[in-house]
């Protein structure tokens, strides 16, 4: 796919993406029995709804625990007449990008939200795997594999490390890397369907919910995040792993997977795997 191509699908996906929430307020502000049935779904059956809020085309950006302007990961909030707010995340696709951010930022970030520090050793793995070390492309040339040309190649052009490179390099890091992924399961998953890096909690999500007004799939799941977060930690020894593509350039998550991405770690999520999860946890 050229650059144009690709540019084109990022704005058809946000204005698709956008049109759909429009669609789902809609729904909620004046169809009775689906007002009630998400009402249902999120243990809120005896409330009523005062008003739902999108972010849509004209979203203003929030404060972030980085000191700069940041994306609400809320797209819908629904106001009730029990003075609650419910924050929702609306994903009308069953998987694709749910956070995406440099190594550095992500690193600050982290360690902001959680009050948890990374260790040095970790972030020097976070570092050569996402495009974020200035000696990547000296180890890649003494430890890479030149056997598979494609696979060494595009280190070189990513000035990233695979998965058999870093291993290669120094097989501490790779164990560590994969490791702290697979301790760090819930954290990862909060993150990246919750808060991203808004300071605001009243801003943070607290429901997915995968639905579809356009017609291009038929989803409609609502998931409760703290749930999602603690059924990804539960599985999170079995379901953390390097991919295998390319040498290894993903590390596989209980709720989707990690790659590298115009220098950045792209955290993706998955319906399926979250769906899966959730039925093995009930």
Not at 83 to 97: A, D, H, W
Not at 99 to 108: K, P, T
Not at 114 to 122: C, N, R, S, T, Y
Not at 218 to 241: G, P
């Amino acid at each position: 796919m050229g650059q144009r191509d690709r540019a084109t699908g990022w704005q058809y996906a946000k204005l698709s993406g956008h049109k759909n929430e429009d669609l789902v307020k809609n729904r909620l502000d004046t169809d009775k029995d689906f007002q009630d049935s998400f009402l249902k779904r999120v243990n809120r059956a005896s409330a009523k709804i005062i008003k739902t809020t999108i972010g849509g085309l004209h979203e203003t950006n929030v404060p972030s625990v980085n000191g700069r302007k940041t994306k609400s990961k809320t797209d819908l909030k629904v106001y009730l007449n029990t003075n609650e707010v419910i924050n929702i995340s609306i994903k009308k696709s069953l998987e694709g990008q749910v956070y995406f951010v440099r190594a550095g930022l992500f690193i600050d970030t982290f360690e902001k939200q959680f009050g948890i520090k990374i260790p040095l050793d970790v972030q020097r793995a976070i570092n050569l795997f996402w495009a974020a070390s200035d000696d990547a492309v000296e180890i890649i040339e003494k430890f890479g594999n030149r056997n598979n040309a494609k696979s060494y190649n595009m280190q070189l052009r990513h000035e990233s490390l695979n998965a058999t490179t870093l291993k290669a390099y120094n097989e501490h890091l790779y164990t560590v890397l994969l490791q702290w992924f697979t301790n760090n399961a819930y954290e990862l998953a909060k993150l990246s369907f919750s808060m991203g890096a808004v300071q605001n909690r009243n801003e943070w999500s607290d429901f997915v919910w995968y639905i579809n007004l356009l017609g291009e799939n038929d989803a409609d799941d609502i998931f409760l995040i703290e749930d999602v977060c603690k059924a990804v930690q539960a599985n999170s020894h079995k379901e953390t792993y390097y991919g295998s593509a390319y040498g290894g350039t993903t590390i596989q998550l209980p709720f989707g997977f990690v790659q590298w991405h115009q220098r950045q770690l792209q955290f993706h999520h998955s319906f399926d795997k979250i769906y899966t999860l959730l039925g093995e946890c009930i």
